[in-house]
């Protein structure tokens, strides 16, 4: 019963979702796929799902983490694809694409240079980091960083358990994809593989235009999933690398050196904390 329930709240979320096929079977001409109808512009009310109110007094624990999502990891690839944008339909981007997309026309004016928001970027400095021009034999040459230069994303959240659900929620306050240094693109006799956070989104200020991007579905291409959901229902793979502690919020790498399995076990024994920090909220 429950698992039908899901079902058909996963469907009710969908069935509104755009993509470049709307209008695709009554279209007369080719302008007139993906342009909706003044009905169904009245009739659309598709937006992100808004987040309830937590009053402080509600979170009897909280952790904050950062973790890191390989887009090398299959789980990932719909964070990454597409690359290659000629063959793809306009509403089908990158995650790097549609994060760009919006600060550049301004519905994202929350980029930051680090993930504790003390420093906010202009279009101006995080175009420094993605556009590198570079003179050679007299020539200019351009060089950018693009999607398939990002290696992952770096993504910051809070672990709380709300007293007045009685359970324990997550919520993803900040976002940064990791890419290359564009300095050494292209550059002769430099192999940087290094990623680097390129910038800090804050995330709440980002979630329509995560929500009107959509990732392919490959079981229903009829109905597309949105950024927006995927992030919010944590459907990737990552790994803790570092959490709020004492000694700064030191990352893992800083006191587990030289040994990425033991760096890997330790991940885990911070992930294996928040989960058993639950059931220990019902013990008396």
């Known amino acids: 019963m429950n698992r ?23 279209a007369k ?19 992100p799902i808004p987040y309830g ?14 973790e890191f999502v390989d887009l ?17 339909a306009s509403a089908r981007r990158s995650l790097f694409d549609t994060l760009i997309r ?25 175009n420094s980091r993605l556009v590198n021009v570079r003179k050679q034999n ?29 359970e324990m929620k997550y919520r993803l306050l900040a976002m940064a994809p990791m890419g ?21 989104i804050f995330f709440p200020t980002a979630r329509q235009t995560l929500h009107d991007s959509k990732v392919f579905n490959p079981d229903n291409a009829s109905h597309p999933i949105s950024y927006d959901h995927l992030l919010n229902a944590r459907r990737f793979s990552s790994v803790i690398v570092r959490e709020e502690n004492i000694y700064g919020n030191r990352a893992i790498s800083d006191y587990v050196r030289g040994n990425s399995l033991f760096q890997l076990l330790e991940a885990d024994k911070i992930k294996e904390d928040i989960r058993n920090k639950e059931i220990d909220m019902w013990n008396y």
């Open 53 to 66: 109110y937590v009053d402080d007094r509600d979170v009897m624990w909280s952790k904050v983490v950062w």
């Open 180 to 200: 290359k240094d564009v300095q050494t693109i292209g550059a002769e006799g430099i192999e940087d593989e290094t990623l680097y956070e390129l910038f800090w």
């Open 29 to 47: 001409s080719v302008n007139q796929i993906g342009v909706e109808s003044a009905e169904q512009l009245l009739a659309d009310n598709d937006g």
């Open 4 to 26: 039908n329930f899901l079902i058909l709240f996963f469907a009710f979320l969908t069935s509104g979702f755009l993509n470049a096929q709307v209008n695709l079977l009554n």
């Open 138 to 166: 007299g020539y200019e040459d351009t060089y950018r960083v693009q999607s398939q230069d990002i290696g992952g994303y770096m993504l910051k959240g809070m672990w709380y358990f709300d007293k007045r659900q009685g």
């Open 72 to 88: 090398n990891q299959k789980i990932n690839l719909p964070y990454y694809f597409p690359i290659d944008t000629t063959n793809t």
């Open 102 to 126: 919006g600060i550049r026309e301004g519905e994202i004016k929350e980029a930051y240079s680090d993930s504790y928001f003390t420093s906010k970027m202009t279009q101006e400095e995080i």
